[in-house]
């Protein structure tokens, strides 16, 4: 879903967000690494000048699995949105561009068009834990144990290239 940023009110525009739109679902299982099951909220278009600020609040949720133990679980995610959006300029490669800490909530629009497809896969995608783990974390303890002591256990294979020089 695009909308052209001259054409939104300066009152703003408040855009329903539900798992009833098939692309809302692309949007969030490309953003959450799994399948998603969900994908509600309310997102809030309003201009300022050529830039748009985008502010809100999105829940998601897809099926994934634990990085620890492995185990298929649902990953939960909400995304407190308060993002700007600027017009895309010209780069020119030969100036070096400083970043302050305010410029990295800072996206960029295409041809005067907001596509809202990215605003929700950019914001879920920051949602998300550097480390997805099962919410019981005892029984995740477990099975990774168990994991770990079955590969410690296991003599290492090597290379079939060395086998000749295993009893050497």
């Known amino acids: 879903m695009k909308f052209v940023v001259a054409n939104i009110p300066d009152a703003g525009r408040a855009l329903q967000i539900s798992s009833n739109a098939d692309w809302v679902l692309l949007a969030a299982s490309e953003a959450l690494g799994g399948e998603a099951i969900s994908c509600e909220g309310e997102?809030?278009?309003?201009p300022f000048g050529k830039n748009l600020r985008v502010t809100g609040l999105l829940s998601a949720s897809a099926n994934c699995f634990c990085h620890r133990c492995g185990e298929s679980m649902v990953l939960n995610c909400e995304s407190d949105l308060n993002l700007t959006y600027a017009p895309a300029g010209l780069s020119n490669s030969d100036t070096e561009v400083s970043l302050a800490a305010s410029d990295l909530s800072t996206g960029w629009y295409d041809d005067g068009c907001i596509e809202i497809k990215t605003v929700i896969m950019e914001s879920l995608a920051l949602s998300v834990p550097s480390r997805v783990q099962c919410s019981d974390s005892s029984a995740c303890d477990s099975r990774t144990a168990a994991l770990l002591a079955t590969a410690q256990s296991e003599e290492p294979a090597g290379?079939?290239?060395?086998?000749?020089?295993?009893?050497?």
């Open 43 to 46: 997102l809030v278009l309003q």
């Open 159 to 168: 290379h079939p290239a060395f086998s000749a020089l295993k009893n050497f």
